[in-house]
């Protein structure tokens, strides 16, 4: 761990260095603390840091997943950390005490997604085309029957129980209440993201063929946005479910679902970036976007001042996870290099 300088070429007058540490390889998922306390790095050879977040320092050194670490999830309103990855298994953490509570063969050869719901009574895990959900020691819920291909992202919808999951063929809901899936809606392509908006009323995917989807929950109608110039993997909804930021491209394309919604109104693109982008996050409860890229530059975005960046930083290599702090005040960065970097928004 290292206190990051002034000299780390700040563009912008609102962003301070805090720390700087070294995470030892790839960053492939860093997670805060729900109550801003931690954090927790993933490198992808395996290890998991919990990092204090005042001072960078590590206070528990993981062993996480011998052939690699793939997802983490802190669990809201509680001190445990769920991990899957490349042994199979689903493994849950004390983030306290950094000792391992339990582990569970996930239902194929990787464990690709964890996450908890909202209320963080339930833990969801996706292997391959296999869904399953556990309480919260670990111990089996429900299996739900194979998807019809792998299972490219979940997401828990804001308020309720309910995981939506997406793979080839469209979009799924399930109840971890129930095996069978609570309704689908189907779509003859691959998405590759996925994110319900605060509201509940659209589901979003960024889709394989360089399109992004919103479905309309209540209906099951769907609207298909194109033009992107890659696949889009990125998607971030703001705190209000009035923008969806989707990425695609080197440019942050940021559409407005107020009134009838996004179809037949042109979109915001932020234009900064010279490289795809890897990342895109907006603040839990403000209006700030942040974006990271293959270019090595994070930016944050007012999208009420579009034309250009309102503050900017250059990392120590290109980014691959940003994390905005609980209370929206710092911005958590991973990046190729293994550096985890922690920056105040002044």
Known sequence: MSRLKAASRKRAGQLAPVWQADAGDHVIALQWAPDGSQLAAAAVSGPVMLLDAAAGQVRHS???????T???????????????????????WDTTTGGELAHQPGGANWVEHVAWSPSGNVLASAAGRVLRFW???????????NHPSTIAAVAWKPVGLELATAAYGGVTRWSPTAPQPVNQFQWKGASLALGWSPDSRYLATGDQDATVHFWIVESGKDLQMWGYPNK??????????RYLATGGGPSPVVWDCAGKGPARTRPTTLKFHTAPLTGLMFQRQGRLLASIAQDAELAVWDLKRPRQPVATWTLPSPACQVAWSPDDAHLAIGCESGAVLLLNLG
């Open 62 to 68: 993981l062993p996480g997943h011998a052939v690699g």
């Open 70 to 92: 793939c997802a983490l999830s802190w669990q809201p309103h509680g001190q445990r950390l769920a991990s899957g990855g490349q042994d199979g298994h689903m493994r849950l």
């Open 135 to 145: 309480d919260p020691d670990g111990q089996p819920i429900v299996e739900c029957p």
């Open 232 to 241: 889009v993997r990125e998607l971030s909804w703001d705190a209000t479910g």
